[in-house]
């Protein structure tokens, strides 16, 4: 049959064609074109590719080969284009803004520009999403089904930023089963803005009609209108069985074309008999090849959807003249396509013809075949099948029988490597598993390789966002321990870690015991494995009482770190030291780590480890209350997470924004980043946001709404001080003060010195201190003075909660001990640095405690003082929606001495006509 131009679908083309105007202004837009098989869907993004082409735009084009996926395959290919028919000057251009991540993905990049050094190596999640700016850039410049190329095109989606992009997909929607990648990603975009489904039905009865006509050359008469319909109906409109009908009807005899060039029905319509499916239909058509090209096309289709001349003459009993010619005739019947790029190389017209014939071999001869194809794939690649491990790895799982599955298992095992390596995490993770699952059914497996699987396992779930990693990488820790592999155990801890203690409030024991052997297993020759080992466990140990212990590891990794002359490895071991020991009154002492990490990262140009010095940074200088330095450390925070792209990063941007808008008074904008940051969903969202949104509404008089979420805090963390303290204010905050003065009692029984020396120490100890202040709690203010003292001239700041300057408390506490000199001294040099920073809110909270402290103290001036306080609190506190604040200082103006001497009065009924928005 001769080609046709396009039929149909005019309103579809025309959103397409509106797409891509606003592409053109600037927008970026995706488009997911959905269907069965052979509805149209790429014949539609073709057209449309076409339609751009026209108009000036660039066209890059990508496909997934399903089964022989090699990740990022159609971005690969898309992009390779471009780099090989970009110009110099262009490529030059993105390789400044982007660096050369790109040559990860697309090689042709270091053949083009041959002076640009390659991608360095740093974390491999961190490389994976620089790779993913990188390709954004390209784009920006400038039916895939694997879970690489998807992460990879959410990336673009949710990107932010501008960028002139059109970019369409086609899959169909039966193969979108429960837990498939894809399903899972549109579902996410659901809402996205610029992201829009093009779901594909079968073509009208006319346009059947137009397809006959412009095959015939001429219009159809009754008879043919009558046809149209019935094949219109048979196919439901599906725009390839149509197509494949009427080329049955031609070869077959039942339309034959006249001298006249018109094409005339033999017989009736009912006594054509159509065949009854897609199958049927494809299977006629290769049934009209010779017996030859049958067989050969039958080779091919095990190969792939795609398959090139030399593997097929390997495995097929045909010279190489013959071979061209049977796949001649392939080409002329129009079932398989040659290669315009690449010489050699051929495809199958459509998916369909290649599963139909696929699924027409039996089972015992496909796994003949898969054999064949596998050993004849040896004899190509080598010893180093590079980029083509995965399909060996596919063809031997295919034909191996328990009994001989070693070498799938072997080539599965490479192949999840070379994955990890190429920054495919889901790859990784879907080879390792079948490898896993191939050794299962081996009667002596080898207990050193599963091992080896569950390490690159665990570190492809751990890339990938699985919480499970832990688990598969303490099997593997568990075998490398009976085994007696030091550097298998080595590795398998230090995989398992994802920068911070593996568990909130508590010691993860199993962990730590497998650290602990590992180190005495390492020796002491590595220097620079044995300082990550010792790190990490004093990492792990975060929320361990004994921190003297703590301590002497940290010591001795540093020591080491420093001595093995390995940046990588010092920044880290720095960066895990200074969350160790980050504790109550040590600030000043970690202030050298943070400038040591600074330094050493910058040294590296690491994406990660600067980001964790940033971190440290931005921790420590608002322990010590430099806040312009925050600023600037969270500034670097922000940039680093834009460039990368990584989920943490960004999510840790968010919150630790958050905490600072709360100090600078706007709670609103920090309810909104906090809120935006536990929509991530990161392992460690709901403490955080917890711990923030308990803050915002306990300064916006909101306790009532939050007592509930704190006590789930409570049961989950238990181990986390801080949300018991967190319980016992909103109590407060309620007037329940016997309630909170009970908690109070509680925690002082236990022992403030049980307090672990963590992140949460000093939040745990200014918040008591609050509750002993607002109950007046006097005869346990001496305790908590004593032991928040040494934290005097610090701020409580942890990078995701704030609580005021540690002054403030003391003064406070000073106060309910009728130290008042020494409470005045210390309010003054928390009102200085409040003002400094500045933190209204803070400022408020100490006017209204310094008023109660001048009203309490009583001597003269101090009533006409402590009223002026309390007077500039209420208005700071009202300017900012800080309403427990506002509620306080007016209970204090109005409350009689005797009473304010006692307690707080009760709650005001202007307090009941507070209407603010629910949690």
């Known amino acids: 049959m001769p080609p046709v131009g396009y039929v149909g679908r005019r309103a579809e083309r025309e959103g397409l064609a509106y797409l891509l105007d606003e592409a053109h ?20 993004a073709s057209h449309a590719a076409v339609e751009a082409h026209g108009d000036g735009a660039n066209v890059l084009y990508g496909r997934c080969n399903e089964e022989l996926t090699a990740p990022y395959g159609p971005w690969v290919q898309a992009l390779g284009y471009y780099v090989s028919e970009s110009s110099e000057d262009v490529l030059r251009e993105h ?81 979108l089963v429960r837990g498939h990648p894809l399903g899972e990603l549109l579902a996410d975009l659901h809402s996205e803005p610029g992201v829009s489904r093009v779901p594909l039905t079968g073509i009208e009865p006319e346009d059947v009609v137009s397809i006959m006509e412009a095959a015939a050359g001429h219009e159809m008469d009754e008879t043919g209108q009558r046809l149209a319909q019935a094949i219109t109906r048979e196919t439901e409109g599906n725009p390839f069985y149509v197509g494949e009908l009427l080329r049955h009807l031609v070869e077959s005899g039942a339309l034959v074309q006249q001298p006249d060039g018109r094409f005339r029905l033999e017989g009736r319509i009912e006594d054509l008999g159509l065949p009854q499916s897609v199958r049927e239909v494809v299977g006629r058509r290769v049934a009209r090849l010779s017996e030859p090209a049958q067989r050969v096309l039958g080779v091919a289709a095990v190969i792939g959807r795609d398959f090139d001349v030399d593997l097929l003459s390997r495995i097929v009993d045909a010279g190489e003249d013959e071979l061209l010619d049977m796949l001649d005739e392939a080409v002329a019947a129009s079932v398989v396509n040659e290669s315009g790029d690449h010489v050699g190389h051929f495809g199958f017209a459509h998916a369909l013809i290649n599963h139909t014939l696929y699924e027409d071999l039996g089972a015992t001869r496909r796994a003949r075949l898969h054999r064949r194809i596998a050993e004849a794939l040896e004899e190509v690649c080598g010893p180093d099948p590079g980029p083509r491990v995965g399909e060996l790895a596919h063809h031997w799982i295919r034909a191996t029988v328990p009994s001989e599955s070693a070498k799938a298992l072997d080539y599965a095992g490479r192949a ?27 009667s002596d497996a080898d207990t050193a390789v599963r091992c080896e699987l569950l390490i690159g396992r665990g570190q492809a779930q751990r890339l990938t966002g699985e919480g499970d990693f832990r688990d598969t990488l303490l099997e593997a820790s568990r075998l490398a321990r009976d085994l007696g592999d030091p550097e298998l155990l080595a590795r398998a801890c230090l995989e398992n870690t994802r920068g911070q203690a593996s568990q909130h409030g508590e010691v993860d024991a199993e962990r730590v015991d497998l650290l602990e052997t590992a180190i005495e ?41 420093r001595r093995s002359g390995d940046d990588r490895t010092l920044a880290t071991v720095l960066y895990y030291c200074g969350l160790a020991t980050q504790g109550a009154a040590n600030a000043r002492e970690r202030h050298a780590l943070m400038t040591e990490l600074i330094d050493v990262a910058d040294r590296t140009d690491d994406a990660v480890l600067l980001f964790c010095a940033a971190n440290l940074e931005s921790i420590f200088a608002g322990e010590v209350g430099d806040f312009a330095a925050v600023d600037g450390a969270l500034a670097r925070l922000k940039a680093l997470a834009n460039q990368v792209g990584q989920p943490s990063f960004k999510w840790a941007d968010l919150f630790y924004r958050g905490a600072r808008e709360r100090i600078a008074g706007n709670l609103d904008e920090a309810e909104r980043l906090a809120t935006e940051a536990a929509a991530m969903d ?79 120490e000093l939040a745990s100890l200014v918040i008591w201190s609050d509750v002993a202040f607002e109950t007046r709690a006097r005869d346990v203010a001496a305790e908590l ?20 300057a ?50 309490d103290r009583d001597a003269p001036g101090d009533p006409e003082h402590g009223r002026e306080m309390l007077n500039e609190a209420i208005e700071l506190a009202t300017t900012h929606g800080a309403a427990h604040v506002e509620r306080r200082a007016r209970e204090a103006i109005e409350a009689p001495s005797a009473r304010r001497s006692e307690g707080f009065a009760e709650p005001s009924t202007s307090q009941a006509s507070i209407d603010a928005p629910r949690l």
């Open 416 to 442: 999840g490597a070379r994955a990890l390596a190429e920054l495919a995490p889901d790859d990784a993770l879907r080879w390792f598993d079948q490898a896993l699952e191939l050794q299962a059914e081996q």
């Open 25 to 44: 202004e600037g927008a970026r837009r995706i488009a997911f074109i959905s269907g069965e098989p052979g509805i149209g869907k790429t014949r539609l």
């Open 806 to 855: 540690v002054d403030h408390y003391l003064a406070g506490l000073c106060g309910l001990l009728g130290r008042y000199d020494e409470a005045v001294e210390l309010f003054e040099s928390a009102v200085e640095l409040q003002k400094r920073i500045p933190a209204p809110i803070w400022l408020a909270r100490t006017r209204h405690w310094y008023g109660r402290t001048l009203l």
């Open 682 to 760: 990161e392992p460690d969202a709901f403490m955080i946001f917890a711990a923030q949104i308990a803050g915002i509404r306990w300064e916006q008089g909101r306790a009532e709404e939050l007592r509930d979420l704190m006590e789930q805090a409570i049961d989950n963390f238990p181990g986390i001080s801080g949300f018991r303290a967190g319980l016992a204010i909103f109590d407060a905050l309620l007037d329940r003060f016997d309630d909170a003065r009970r908690m109070l009692d509680a925690e002082l029984e236990r022992g403030l010195d049980q307090i672990p020396r963590d992140q949460s």
């Open 95 to 175: 390789v400044e803004r982007h660096g050369s991540h790109l040559m990860r993905l697309v090689p042709e990049l270091d053949h083009r520009l041959p002076d640009v050094a390659p991608p360095p190596e740093g974390d491999p999640e961190t490389d994976r999403y620089l790779l993913f700016g990188a390709v954004a850039g390209m784009l920006e410049e400038a039916n895939w089904a694997d879970k690489p190329s998807l992460v990879l095109l959410r990336h673009l989606v949710t990107g932010g930023g501008e960028m002139r992009l059109l970019l369409l997909g086609t899959y169909r929607e039966s193969d």
């Open 521 to 561: 297993l390492a020796g002491r020759e590595d220097e620079a494995r044995r300082a990550r080992l010792l790190a990490l466990l004093a990492l792990e140990l975060n929320w361990d009482p004994d921190s003297e212990r703590i301590d002497r590891l940290a010591e001795e990794a540093l020591e080491l770190a």
């Open 785 to 804: 003075y004593d032991r928040l003292s040494p934290s005097r001239g610090l701020v409580m700041w942890n990078g995701a909660i704030a609580y005021n």
